[in-house]
């Protein structure tokens, strides 16, 4: 399943670039250039990552981002500025944004690993959540569907960790290869088409 992402930035270079930084695929980028657009947009769809330019013409990224905490607040987020200022770094921090970056960006591969590491956060959060949700229900749930959900984190961490790879993950594993196809397709990771 490909990570969203959720960009807001009003400047058209800056669009561009993140669009041609994510154009492998990976993750579906949505952008918008306001905050009245990324409010709708935050509504409409759960965001893996969400970068947020801090100066917005109707208004503050930083602001915009609390709402977005008070609705879901495990939110992964950048903020991307070109008016660093110390204080707000700060307050970013304790708004916890996941890093706090400035413009223009002078090296990409940097940007590249910061994108990737709160994606990775925010895989974590939600594996946590879910296993949580599993051994802490006050409904007990089914074994079956426990299982499943417990298997979909492992076998999802481990195609991480081999690159999706599925000859690596069999070899991490220690599970035959042909016999991690199954595993995998359980999972609804692989599919036989």
Do not use: W
């Not at 979909?152 to 993950?169: C, I, K, M, P, Q």
């Not at 016999?179 to 999972?187: D, M, P, S």
């Amino acid at each position: 399943m490909r990570s969203k992402i959720l960009l807001v930035d009003d400047d058209p270079f800056t669009r561009r670039l993140f669009e041609n930084l994510l154009r492998d695929g990976s993750v579906e980028l949505v952008t918008t250039t306001n905050v009245a657009d990324a409010r709708d947009a935050f509504n409409a769809c759960d965001f893996n990552l969400v970068i947020l330019d801090q100066r917005l013409p109707d208004g503050d990224g930083l602001e915009l981002f609390a709402q977005m905490r008070e609705l879901r607040p495990r939110q992964t987020a950048l903020m991307i500025t070109g008016y660093a200022e110390a204080r707000d770094a700060m307050r970013a921090v304790r708004e916890g944004l996941f890093d706090y970056l400035t413009k223009p960006f002078e090296n990409l591969e940097e940007l590249e690993v910061v994108i990737t590491k709160a994606l990775e956060m925010d895989r974590a959060y939600r594996e946590i959540a879910d296993l949580r949700e599993i051994f802490t229900s006050t409904q007990p749930i089914p074994y079956r569907e426990a299982h499943l959900r417990f298997e979909r984190t492992y076998f999802s961490n481990l195609l991480l960790h081999a690159d999706g790879n599925v000859s690596e993950a069999s070899r991490l594993s220690g599970i035959a290869r042909q016999n991690i196809y199954g595993h995998l397709e359980r999972a609804g990771l692989f599919s036989k088409r």
